[in-house]
C-alpha cells in the first residue's frame, strides 16, 4: 500500500504560482512511477505531469510545458508539482497518483494509488 496526500491548493490570481507537494507513505520503494492529473467540473481526469524512476524522465502535457515543473524530495518521499504562470483554464482539484511496477504513465488507470486531491482555483 501507498498513501498519498496533497497540500498546497489555493486560490490564486491568473499569472500567480502554486507549489503542490505529495507526501508519500508506506510502500514507496516499489514506486516507479509518479504522477499529477487534474479534473475540472464536467470534465474527465487528464494527466499533467509525470517522472520515472527507472528511466529518470519527466513527462508534460502539452498545455503545460514551459509552466509547470515536477520534482521530487527523496530524502522527504515528496513529490511537487510548481505551477507557473498560471491561468483561469488550469483550474481544477489536482491529484498526485503512484505507480508500483512498469513505465506507463499518461492515462488514470496506469496508476495504483491515488490522493484525495488539492484544490486550485485561479481567477482572471
Known amino acids: 500500500q501507498v498513501q498519498l496526500v496533497e497540500s498546497g491548493g489555493g486560490l490564486v490570481q491568473a499569472g500567480g504560482s502554486l507549489r503542490l507537494s505529495c507526501a508519500a507513505s508506506?510502500?514507496?520503494?516499489?514506486?516507479?512511477?509518479m504522477g499529477w492529473f487534474r479534473q475540472a467540473p464536467g470534465k474527465e481526469r487528464e494527466f499533467v505531469a509525470a517522472?520515472?524512476?527507472?528511466?529518470?524522465?519527466?513527462y508534460y502535457a502539452d498545455f503545460v510545458k514551459g509552466r509547470f515543473t515536477i520534482s521530487r524530495d527523496n530524502a522527504k518521499n515528496t513529490v511537487y508539482l510548481q505551477m507557473n504562470t498560471l491561468k483561469p483554464e488550469d483550474t481544477a482539484v489536482y491529484y498526485c497518483?503512484?505507480?508500483?511496477?512498469?513505465?506507463?504513465?499518461?492515462?488514470?488507470?496506469?496508476?495504483?494509488?491515488w490522493g484525495q486531491g488539492t484544490q486550485v482555483t485561479v481567477s482572471s
Open positions: 508506506g510502500r514507496t520503494f516499489s514506486t516507479n512511477v
Open positions: 517522472f520515472t524512476w527507472s528511466f529518470g524522465s519527466t
Open positions: 497518483a503512484a505507480r508500483l511496477y512498469g513505465n506507463s504513465w499518461s492515462r488514470p488507470k496506469d496508476y495504483d494509488y
